[in-house]
Each structure stands twice: as structure tokens, then as C-alpha cells.
């Protein structure tokens, strides 16, 4: 395995594989690599001939200075996970390679990043296509994988891919949890102990809205998932809503109760930690 670190060696290695007839599976990440991460990575070993992870902390979608601070950078542990993984080449710039002096132009995503978490978090989802941009011309693959932990982050980069003619088949992958339901997520680590208990309620209060929304209306599905978090005194509930998975609308009667049509999200606080959660309201 060969770990790159700037935009033009890493052209080059792509280049000079796709001149061999091979393709090229890209996940990318922010490293603090879980078995989350790693099953996006066998995912890709199943579709394409090399893997590309990315291991890149990116300034430009924080919106909290805390938070970027505060995210785990175990950068010789996520190398080694990926060399076990049978990852090809990890692509891990600095932010200085990245955002040189100078650097000013944006990829601006569309009314997708209008709605969920980007009123809260304004910028954010520009941040994530802006580097996603980046990442795409310097990898260059034929396929991204990306987590459905991140579902909008994932329909608008679906949309980018296409709106930009990348010609990059665009693949989400279902969300792998710990064996209690909890969302694998580099933040959890940042849990004490106690909270990683309490964060339990999120899976169930998702839980809980399935079984609301088999007879009840959108509102009852998200009042179920409210009582289970407000039941958890450590949590500090912040939004549940119910959506529609193609336009990320609000969802607010149902038509076919069928899957993959109508989903539902979460975002919940413990302390400073935010998690989120999310998941198909029908599924089989
Ligand atoms: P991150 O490092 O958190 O930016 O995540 C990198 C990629 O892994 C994104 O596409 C995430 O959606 C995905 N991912 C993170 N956690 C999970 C998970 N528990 N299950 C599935 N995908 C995940």
C-alpha cells in the first residue's frame, strides 16, 4: 500500500492504473477509521480492482472550531487498518496542500442542503462538496462509496455527481451499528463511558417511530422517537423529522406505507458530542 499526500502524485497513480484496464473504488474519509469506514472499503473491494481511502479532516465543513479541534487524527492506526483492508493507496493531504494561499473557488450545493441539518449548520454541506470536488479530480475513480449514516450528505453528493458529469457511479452503503444499535461513528469515542450507554436512545427512539408509523401519521412517528430521548436525561434532543429519501422533503402524511421511500432522522446531543442517526421507516 502507498500513502500519497499531495493532488498531483496521487493523479499520477490513478492515471497510471486506469492505463492498466484497472478501476478504481474510492471511499472517502476523515479518518478515525471504524468498522463502519472498513466495510464501505470492502464494499469497494467488491466493485472495483483498486481502493482509494481518504484520510482528510476538512476545515471547510466545521462549523464549530471546537469540534474540528476536538476530532481524533490516529493517522498511523488508520493506515495500518487500511494496509489490513487491502486498501491500494490512502490519499491523506494536509489542509495546506489542500487550501493554499489563494485557494477561493466552491462548488455550491442546491436546495438538498437546504433542508435537515443545513439550516443549522450553514456551510456545512458547501465545505463537503467542495472537497468531495477535489478528492473526485485527484482520485479520479470510477465509483465513491459513501455511508447512509450520512444520508443527506449522500443525496447531495449523488446530485454533484451527476449535475458535474464526474461519470462517477455514486453507491451508499447501509449503516453498520455496534451490537447494541448505536451508529459506528469516530465521534463516539469522544463518549465517557456513561453517555456511550445513555446513546442508546437514539437507535431506539428510531426504533420506536417504526413501530408508531405502522398505524400512526408522520407526527405520531416523530413523538414516539421524542418521548424515548427526552426519557434519557443525559441527552439533549435537538430534531427528529420524517422525510421523503429521494428530495429529503418533510413527510407529513403518509402515502404507501413501502421501503425505501420514507425515512426518518434524528440529531442528539450528549454534552458537546452531537450524534445522528437515521433510517428507513418501512423497511422489510
Ligand atoms: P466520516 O469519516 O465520518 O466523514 O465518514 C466517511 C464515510 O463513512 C462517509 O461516507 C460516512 O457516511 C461513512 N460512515 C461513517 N460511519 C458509518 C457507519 N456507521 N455506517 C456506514 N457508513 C458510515
Redesign the pocket.
Known amino acids: 500500500m502507498i500513502t500519497i499526500t499531495t493532488p498531483d502524485e496521487m493523479r499520477a497513480w490513478s492515471m497510471s492504473r486506469k492505463s492498466r484496464g484497472r478501476t478504481i473504488g474510492f471511499?472517502?474519509?476523515?479518518?478515525?477509521?471504524?468498522?463502519?469506514?472498513l466495510?464501505?472499503v470492502a464494499d469497494a473491494t467488491q466493485r472495483c480492482d483498486d481502493v482509494v481511502v481518504s484520510i482528510f479532516v476538512n476545515p471547510l465543513q466545521f462549523n464549530v472550531d471546537t469540534d474540528f479541534d476536538a476530532y481524533p487524527r490516529p493517522i498511523d492506526d488508520d493506515v495500518a487498518a487500511c494496509a489490513s483492508a487491502g486498501v491500494a493507496a490512502v490519499y491523506a493531504p494536509t489542509a495546506a496542500v489542500m487550501y493554499p494561499r489563494g485557494f477561493q473557488t466552491r462548488v455550491v450545493p442546491g436546495a438538498l442542503a437546504d433542508l435537515m441539518e443545513g439550516p443549522g449548520r450553514p456551510g456545512h454541506f458547501e465545505g463537503v462538496t467542495t472537497v468531495v470536488s477535489k478528492l473526485f479530480g485527484a482520485v479520479g475513480p470510477d465509483v465513491g462509496?459513501?455511508?447512509?449514516?450520512?444520508?443527506q450528505?449522500?443525496r447531495i453528493i449523488a446530485r454533484m455527481a451527476a449535475d458535474l458529469d464526474t461519470g462517477i457511479e455514486i453507491v451508499g452503503?447501509?449503516?453498520?451499528?455496534d451490537s447494541d444499535g448505536l451508529?459506528?461513528?469516530?465521534?463516539n469515542v469522544r463518549l465517557t463511558p456513561a453517555q456511550r450507554d445513555a446513546a442508546v436512545v437514539v437507535p431506539r427512539s428510531l426504533d420506536a417511530a417504526v413501530a408508531a408509523a405502522r398505524s400512526g401519521t408522520p407526527a405520531d412517528a416523530v413523538d414516539a422517537a421524542r418521548s424515548v430521548v427526552f426519557a434519557e436525561p443525559s441527552a439533549r434532543w435537538e430534531y427528529t423529522t420524517v422525510f421523503d429519501a429521494d428530495d429529503l422533503t418533510e413527510v407529513t402524511r403518509f402515502g404507501v406505507r413501502s421501503p425505501g421511500r420514507v425515512r426518518i432522522a434524528t440529531a442528539v446531543w450528549f454534552d458537546d458530542v452531537r450524534l445522528i442517526d437515521n433510517r428507513d421507516l418501512f423497511e422489510d
Do not use: C, E, N, W
Request: no cysteine; proline share 6%.
Open positions: 471511499v472517502p474519509t476523515m479518518g478515525a477509521l471504524h468498522d463502519g469506514h466495510r464501505l462509496i459513501f455511508g447512509q449514516k450520512d444520508y450528505q449522500l452503503h447501509p449503516i453498520v451499528r451508529a459506528q461513528s469516530s465521534r
